[in-house]
Structure formats: C-alpha cells, structure tokens
C-alpha cells in the first residue's frame, strides 16, 4: 500500500501533466504536451518518495523552462 505522500505526490504530478497536456494541445505546441506525457506517467515507474518530488519538481522546472 502507498503512503499518503506517494499518493499525494501522484495525484499532483498528474494532475499538472494533464493540464500540460491540454495546454499543449491547444497552443499546438510538442514541447508542453510531451512533458505533460511524463509528468502523468513517471510515478508509476519510481518507488521512493524523495525521487518522486525530485523528478516532479524537476518536470515542472522544465514545463516553465520550455513553456515558448
């Protein structure tokens, strides 16, 4: 069973993926959307949870980084 802080951390990650996504869709820009794509994906392949807030973090640095 996950911990709330795994769970947490999902749910968050997921949820700004997602809206990279749309985003991306809409501006029709790869760059978001592919982020956004990681974003969704990568918790379910990382186990520990400081790794999980290190990449997240990380995504979302490079959602702003690259957002033009």
């Known amino acids: ?3 709330p ?5 999902s749910l968050l990650f997921g949820v700004i ?3 990279a996504v749309i985003y991306g869709k809409k ?18 392949f990382v186990s520990q949870i400081w790794l999980l807030y290190a990449i997240g973090c990380g995504l979302c640095g490079a959602l702003f980084v690259f957002r033009d």
């Open 5 to 9: 802080a795994e769970l947490f951390g």
């Open 27 to 44: 501006s029709a820009e790869w760059k978001p959307m592919l982020i956004g794509v990681s974003l969704m994906t990568f918790p379910y």
């Open 1 to 3: 069973m996950p911990s």
């Open 17 to 19: 993926g997602m809206a």
